[in-house]
């Protein structure tokens, strides 16, 4: 049987600040991809980990102040390949790199990759991918050793790869991001990057430290692993975060601080966020 993800479709009003808050208490009880709408969001949760008691502790829900409903569906991988190859548009980054599926036609710019998304994340269109990529545009990586956390389809990885890092280790929790970042690795033509399934566990025998590492994943998971990221970061490193609001880059960086990774600059897009860090 194919693996599937579970579609809620929420309709929020008013819009904001209900979302925000909405998707905050959502990823702390296991949904992992979202998409914000004219109406409200699409969270999307993996079938097996859903349940009719999931949404009990959103406590947004039970507000006076919003309006929200939902409904909900099964989204089979099948169905979900489909529709991006229905909806994915290329989209260019700056005037250097530009992300395309392999049914668009090539252009000529310096970094040209080609993804194929199915159900991971990372095509390049949400602003905290965009964010991360104008990031990543401006850093030197030549025989750099990077790491990519919630790599997702592998978006930043072959960035890093074509970016000349000397090597890149991608990891993601969900097994359809490992699989297709490896395929989206061979349409690349990589042979740099080496891709994992599991969380920052994988980190904590490593001995070698990573000169950059890259995690665009959402702020609770963010603030629980600055730690193991700090750990794997080697003396002078790079810490590229992104996955959260604006609102809370003050609470990211409290943290980091923790851990002795300073600040050096954010960037803010559609009120997403991404922090430059330092570790000295």
Known sequence: MKSSYTEYKFTVKPKNPATEILIAELAEIGFDTFEETDYGVLAYIPTNQDNDDILKEVNILESIVFDI????K???????????????KPIEVGDKCRIRASFHPKKEVKFD??????????????????????FILKEDLTDKYVLDMGC????????????KAKHIDAIDIDIWSVENAKENITLNNC????????????LKN???????????????????????????????????LSGFYETDLS??????????????????QEDWTALKLLKN
Request: glycine share 6%; proline share 1%; no cysteine.
């Open 69 to 72: 409903s939902f409904e909900k």
């Open 74 to 88: 099964i989204i089979e991988q099948k169905n979900w390949n489909e529709q991006w190859e229905k909806d994915f």
């Open 113 to 134: 990759i080609v993804i194929n998304p199915k159900m991971s994340f990372g095509t390049g269109h949400h602003a905290t991918t965009r964010l991360m990529l104008n």
């Open 251 to 268: 609470l990211i960086q409290q943290q980091a601080e923790k851990y002795n990774l300073q600040y050096d600059s954010h960037k803010v």
């Open 191 to 202: 042979e740099k990057i080496s891709v994992y399934e599991g969380d920052t566990d994988l």
């Open 206 to 240: 490593k001995t070698a430290k990573y000169d950059v590492i890259f995690a665009n994943i959402n702020r609770n998971i963010l603030l629980q692993d600055m730690e193991a990221y700090a750990e794997s970061l080697s003396d002078n490193g790079i810490l590229l």
């Open 152 to 163: 997702g389809t592998g978006v930043l990885a072959i960035l890093a790869e074509m970016k």
